[in-house]
């Protein structure tokens, strides 16, 4: 065992290069939790054994979503849907050009890039010790054996799509590390894509459909399939495997849950509540991480938190009259009445706001009575529809209990952070054990629907030229949603991305998604109507490099040109207390961690076009390919 110790604080002292290895002796990231207590030798023995290593891949993908400031924010924040709206606080990605480089993408509460390098590479670490000791295991029959595997290949390539699309290039990790290793390679990453694409056929052949809450079933290795048959421009194979996914997963289209019977609800409310995800009725949820009191190293969601305007803050909600308008609690006999805003929409600091885009531009005419919109006021809240409830108030001012006025003279920086819509539907889960703490609740949180495969197959439809069936699929989840349809004439990548952050806010990793149809754009050649026919070239999709340069010229990429189009805050330049927003053409892809780099004394980890170090660079392996003689 003193041995095994040994091992252990080597690997993770040398592998620094990599940060899934920089946890520090006090995990032991040779052996899940649950079974730590045992060695590796009489652990992953069986398929009970090996399990209890993709039971950490799985408990890590729930890190992405939940506690405040979650790491999900920094994927909308670099994205057309949100920004960073906390406006007291230097050093957040607001300023990209002075922010988002190497030295300065550590995991903090600001920017969770490096958490995406970090934990992108723990989970395919535990991926990699199940699919290393396959062989040794013992199983019951094949089936059992391949159903390991296959989960195993889901959690790899989950992180490998995801690492692939926000840092491009990336070593290639296919097996488990039991040494010192200081000579790591970036791999292209579209060999990466290949080989992903392998494994997930596989997957798709052998995970089991019918699992428990939170574990990789069959129809989550279809939709991650989808996406990389997608990036690989295999459109029809995609339609094929989308098909079957729907054919056999259904969306929710009527009411269900005792939340039917709640007044001010619909059929969202229904299918983003906790009871529905919880609901093995739900046949529309394909994939989700859980909390809950009884799962180790469980969490709260904080979606109340981080996505509700700071509506507490004394300074911006001030009467009509120039008094305090707003408390966290109101007076002792107004409490969970329905001026207790606290109560009613939750504690918000206002650290993720959403743009014009995500709150007004998406949603139109034909929107007028979408349940996902604005538009009706159950679903979404706005500053309006909160109270003044200082309690102080009560006994001297007309304006107590009467519904928030947008205050005249109100700071551009309060205005981003204090006053703005949200959708209250998908965000708001209370904790009822915590009734002084208002931030979010446990929940199962979904991460892939069959919502999505629609739009999925729908953006498939339309990258080949068949606008009608686009329409059709978009179609379906518009109808679930009171939304009047589509027709072939009205599709274009922006109706197709209009309805994805209708149907995927707080869900989907937007800027993945963007990244991966601005590769798409280069790869196809095909023009981009939305852009009067542009055409882009992976050759200078990061742009044309120099280091400090922070080209703004549009045309290089599809993620620049949409967002300095779609994102007010970024083409605005709208200026606050700690800078202005501010990105560039290279910013598609965000930077390297600088430390994994320079530790990286035996090998070369290519930085991206455009940060400090990508003069280094030399050309990436592809998977499978001998690293470069000594």
């Given at each position: 065992?003193?041995?095994?110790?040994?091992?252990?604080?080597?690997?993770i002292?040398?592998?620094?290069?990599?940060?899934?290895?920089?946890?520090?002796?006090?995990?032991?990231?040779l052996?899940?939790?649950?079974?730590?207590?045992?060695?590796?030798?009489?652990?992953?023995?069986?398929?009970?054994?090996?399990?209890?290593?993709?039971?950490?891949c799985?408990?890590?993908?729930?890190?992405?979503?939940f506690?405040?400031?979650s790491?999900?924010l920094?994927?909308m924040?670099?994205s057309?849907?949100?920004?960073?709206g906390?406006?007291?606080?230097?050093?957040?990605?607001?300023?990209?050009?002075?922010?988002?480089?190497?030295?300065?993408?550590?995991?903090?509460?600001?920017?969770?890039?490096?958490?995406?390098?970090?934990?992108?590479?723990?989970?395919?670490?535990?991926?990699?010790?199940?699919?290393?000791?396959?062989?040794?295991?013992?199983?019951?029959?094949?089936a059992?054996?391949?159903?390991?595997?296959g989960?195993?290949?889901?959690?790899?390539?989950?992180?490998?799509?995801?690492?692939?699309?926000?840092?491009?290039?990336?070593?290639?990790?296919?097996?488990?590390?039991?040494?010192?290793?200081?000579?790591?390679?970036?791999?292209?990453?579209?060999?990466?894509?290949?080989?992903?694409?392998?494994?997930?056929?596989?997957?798709?052949?052998?995970?089991?459909e019918?699992?428990?809450?939170g574990?990789?079933?069959?129809?989550?290795?279809?939709?991650?399939?989808?996406?990389?048959?997608?990036?690989?421009?295999?459109f029809?194979?995609?339609?094929?495997?989308?098909?079957?996914?729907?054919?056999?997963?259904?969306?929710?289209?009527?009411?269900?849950?005792?939340?039917?019977?709640?007044?001010?609800t619909?059929?969202?409310?229904?299918?983003?509540?906790?009871?529905?995800?919880?609901d093995?009725?739900?046949t529309?949820?394909?994939?989700?991480?859980?909390?809950?009191?009884?799962?180790?190293?469980?969490?709260?969601?904080?979606?109340?938190?981080?996505?509700?305007?700071?509506?507490?803050?004394?300074?911006?909600?001030?009467?009509?009259?120039?008094?305090?308008?707003?408390?966290?609690?109101?007076?002792?006999a107004?409490?969970?009445t329905?001026?207790?805003?606290?109560?009613?929409?939750?504690?918000?600091i206002?650290?993720?706001?959403?743009?014009?885009?995500?709150?007004?531009?998406?949603?139109?005419?034909?929107?007028?009575?979408?349940?996902?919109?604005?538009?009706?006021?159950?679903?979404?809240?706005?500053?309006?529809?909160?109270?003044?409830?200082?309690?102080?108030?009560?006994?001297?001012?007309?304006?107590?209990?009467k519904?928030l006025?947008?205050?005249?003279?109100?700071?551009?920086s309060?205005?981003?952070?204090?006053?703005?819509?949200?959708?209250?539907?998908?965000?708001?889960?209370?904790?009822?054990?915590?009734?002084?703490d208002?931030?979010?609740?446990?929940?199962?949180?979904?991460?892939?629907?069959?919502?999505?495969?629609?739009?999925?197959?729908?953006?498939?439809?339309?990258?080949?030229?068949?606008?009608?069936?686009?329409a059709?699929?978009?179609?379906?989840?518009?109808?679930?949603?009171?939304?009047?349809?589509l027709?072939a004439?009205?599709?274009?990548?922006?109706a197709?991305?209009?309805?994805r952050?209708?149907?995927?806010y707080?869900?989907e990793?937007?800027?993945?998604?963007?990244?991966?149809?601005?590769?798409?754009?280069?790869?196809?050649?095909k023009?981009?109507?939305?852009?009067?026919?542009r055409?882009?070239?992976?050759?200078?999709?990061?742009?044309?490099?120099?280091?400090?340069?922070?080209?703004?010229?549009?045309?290089?990429?599809?993620?620049?040109?949409?967002?300095?189009?779609?994102?007010n805050?970024?083409?605005?330049?709208?200026?606050?207390?700690?800078?202005?927003?501010?990105?560039?053409?290279?910013?598609?892809?965000?930077?390297?961690?600088?430390?994994?780099i320079?530790?990286?004394?035996?090998?070369?980890?290519?930085?991206?076009?455009?940060?400090?170090?990508?003069?280094?660079?030399?050309?990436?392996?592809k998977?499978?390919?001998?690293?470069?003689?000594?």
């Open positions: 065992m003193k041995k095994n110790k040994h091992i252990k604080k080597c690997v002292g040398a592998l620094a290069v990599l940060p899934l290895l920089t946890t520090g002796c006090k995990e032991s990231w052996d899940p939790k649950p079974l730590s207590f045992y060695t590796p030798e009489n652990t992953y023995v069986d398929a009970n054994g090996l399990y209890a290593a993709i039971v950490a799985e408990r890590n993908m729930r890190h992405e979503y506690g405040d400031l790491p999900i920094t994927e924040y670099t057309d849907i949100a920004v960073h906390k406006t007291d606080e230097s050093g957040s990605l607001v300023d990209f050009d002075n922010y988002m480089i190497p030295t300065q993408s550590r995991s903090d509460a600001k920017n969770k890039m490096k958490w995406y390098w970090d934990e992108g590479f723990k989970g395919i670490k535990y991926a990699n010790i199940v699919i290393s000791r396959l062989d040794a295991a013992t199983f019951k029959d094949e059992e054996r391949n159903a390991v595997l989960a195993a290949y889901f959690q790899r390539a989950y992180r490998y799509y995801k690492l692939t699309h926000q840092f491009g290039d990336v070593p290639f990790l296919d097996k488990e590390i039991t040494s010192p290793k200081l000579d790591f390679y970036s791999h292209d990453r579209w060999s990466i894509l290949e080989q992903c694409k392998s494994d997930m056929e596989f997957a798709w052949q052998w995970v089991p019918k699992v428990d809450r574990k990789t079933s069959k129809a989550a290795c279809g939709v991650l399939l989808m996406k990389i048959y997608m990036c690989l421009g295999e029809d194979r995609a339609i094929e495997v989308g098909k079957e996914i729907v054919a056999n997963n259904p969306l929710m289209t009527s009411r269900f849950t005792t939340n039917k019977t709640k007044p001010n619909n059929l969202m409310h229904d299918l983003h509540s906790v009871e529905a995800k919880m093995m009725s739900n529309e949820g394909l994939m989700y991480v859980v909390s809950y009191p009884d799962v180790e190293g469980r969490d709260r969601i904080q979606t109340m938190r981080n996505a509700t305007p700071y509506w507490a803050k004394g300074a911006a909600i001030m009467t009509p009259a120039g008094e305090t308008g707003t408390a966290i609690s109101p007076a002792s107004d409490k969970e329905e001026i207790d805003n606290d109560f009613n929409v939750g504690r918000g206002g650290t993720c706001r959403p743009t014009n885009y995500y709150q007004y531009e998406i949603w139109t005419d034909k929107e007028k009575n979408d349940l996902r919109g604005p538009n009706n006021h159950d679903s979404w809240r706005r500053m309006t529809d909160l109270y003044y409830n200082e309690p102080g108030l009560k006994s001297k001012s007309e304006w107590y209990g519904h006025v947008r205050p005249v003279n109100i700071s551009v309060d205005s981003v952070r204090c006053w703005f819509m949200w959708p209250h539907y998908k965000i708001f889960v209370p904790d009822p054990t915590k009734a002084t208002r931030s979010g609740g446990e929940t199962p949180w979904y991460i892939y629907r069959s919502a999505e495969v629609y739009l999925m197959l729908g953006e498939c439809y339309y990258w080949k030229d068949q606008p009608q069936e686009a059709n699929m978009l179609n379906v989840v518009r109808e679930r949603a009171g939304a009047e349809p027709t004439s009205e599709i274009n990548i922006g197709i991305l209009a309805e952050a209708r149907e995927l707080y869900e990793n937007r800027h993945v998604e963007l990244v991966r149809i601005a590769y798409t754009y280069a790869k196809l050649g023009s981009c109507e939305v852009f009067g026919g055409v882009y070239k992976l050759d200078n999709i990061s742009g044309p490099g120099g280091t400090g340069s922070n080209v703004k010229e549009m045309g290089y990429n599809f993620w620049y040109d949409w967002m300095m189009t779609h994102n805050f970024f083409r605005d330049g709208v200026e606050i207390a700690y800078g202005k927003y501010r990105i560039s053409v290279h910013h598609i892809l965000w930077p390297i961690p600088n430390t994994a320079s530790t990286n004394t035996g090998g070369v980890i290519n930085q991206n076009i455009g940060y400090p170090g990508a003069e280094n660079n030399i050309t990436p392996l998977v499978g390919e001998e690293t470069p003689a000594k």
